[in-house]
């Protein structure tokens, strides 16, 4: 199983705070399950490669999803003290 997940953001520094943030999430796993996270200019692009179990490609997608949510609430609190 195999996903693209693309996230577009009003500017480049957002995006690459995003990648940033994540960037954990693409250390090898096992051979079995790879995530890789990159910035394309405005746009944060995940791939995301399982050869195992469909709850654990739903769960990979999951917390990778939960951990961008927690990185923009950060950058948003952070710009607002600023």
Request: proline letters at 2%.
């Amino acid at each position: 199983m195999e996903a693209e997940i693309t996230l577009e953001y009003d500017d480049v520094e957002i995006a690459e705070a995003v990648v940033e943030a994540i960037s954990p999430d693409n250390l090898n796993s096992s051979p079995s399950l790879s995530v890789e996270t990159i910035s394309e200019g405005k746009r944060v692009v995940t791939h995301i490669r399982c050869k195992r179990k469909i709850s654990t490609f739903i769960a990979t997608i999951d917390d990778l999803l939960f951990c961008i949510s927690t990185a923009e609430k950060t950058l948003r609190m952070t710009r607002k003290l600023r």
